[in-house]
């Protein structure tokens, strides 16, 4: 008997079986390279299975708003309702924080940072975010309490918040408790908690202790006006409790938040990306050719060594 063949027929595998191989790949390779491959691999990763989280926070640094909107149009689309985790950066417009919210049924992550939302926006689409347990809206600098005390009292499962802003933005303000207070009387759940370089005093960060038990750690760099040596309530009720700050040692380190979820897991982008809507190879072609872009054929550059493009903006802590 000969040798058995050793040549295996991947695009054979059932749907099922490709949708769990195809959501470990990055996403550069899901949107460029698989759909190319075949015919089956193309529906395959078309499939809302491959599309539950979807991370391009980094590339949405670098491009145009109307092409932001259309990229999250594209790839919340594929979900079908499926969504898990979205990140992305630098939303501007109205339309696309509404399309979001009608997609978010099964949104458990959510990161809108340097998103151009108001609280306005906040109070139109805070209702259909209800399954959210993890926010960013880091840097968002037109929000503020009456958008964070929306986001409380109608996401009841929220256990991670963040809420950092630019040290520009916050540089010689008067100290304001406003938002400490909101996160106090409506988020009991808490167990993670950014607010670097904020103006809150130490008075509403002891009402955030007293009013968020489950705390496990707690960012505080930059707020100067918080001062918790020899601070009762947290010696005695969180010995637990990891802190960072008030002062900045260093350039941001890592916040110790290892649960995969809550996790800032970006991937760089610097590919090439035409946008279309299905890759199917036409049953009467073979290989590549044929392709058929079916909506519109955007060019997307992504760039990988744009030299300031962080310089405006320190990264997230």
Request: hydrophobic share 35%; aromatic share 10%.
């Amino acid at each position: 008997m000969g040798e058995a063949c050793e040549f295996r027929c991947w695009d054979e595998l059932i749907p099922d079986a490709l949708g769990v191989i195809f959501k470990n790949v990055s996403l550069q390779e899901r949107v460029t390279v698989i759909p190319r491959v075949c015919k089956s691999w193309a529906k395959a990763v078309s499939e809302p299975y491959c599309w539950q989280e979807i991370d391009i926070e980094e590339w949405s640094n670098h491009c145009q708003p109307d092409q932001l909107d259309q990229m999250i149009h594209m790839l919340v689309n594929r979900s079908c309702g499926t969504l898990r985790k979205l990140c992305v950066s630098g939303l501007q417009s109205e339309t696309v924080f509404t399309f979001i919210a009608e997609n978010a049924g099964s949104l458990r992550s959510l990161r809108l940072a340097r998103s151009s939302m108001s609280d306005s926006i906040v109070e139109q689409i805070s209702g259909k975010l209800s399954m959210i347990s993890f926010l960013d809206v880091s840097y968002c600098i037109k929000i503020g309490a009456p958008a964070i005390e929306i986001i409380g009292k109608n996401c009841k499962l929220l256990e991670g918040l963040c809420r950092n802003m630019h040290p520009l933005d916050t540089a010689g303000k008067p100290l304001q408790d406003d938002e400490a207070i909101a996160i106090a009387t409506t988020m009991p759940k808490l167990k993670h908690l950014e607010m670097a370089y904020h103006r809150i005093s130490t008075s509403g960060v002891d009402q955030i202790l007293s009013n968020c038990p489950k705390l496990e750690f707690l960012d505080l760099r930059g707020c100067w006006g918080v001062n918790l040596e020899n601070n009762m309530l947290l010696k005695q009720n969180f010995p637990m409790l990891k802190v960072l700050g008030p002062f900045v040692l260093g350039a941001y380190e890592s916040d110790g938040w290892d649960d995969d979820d809550y996790s800032d897991s970006s991937e760089d982008l610097p590919w090439d990306y035409i946008a279309g809507g299905e890759y199917y190879v036409d049953d009467d072609s073979d290989g590549y050719e044929g392709m058929n872009m079916i909506e519109d054929e955007l060019q997307f550059g992504f760039y990988e060594g744009i030299e300031d493009a962080g310089m405006y903006w320190p990264p997230s802590p």
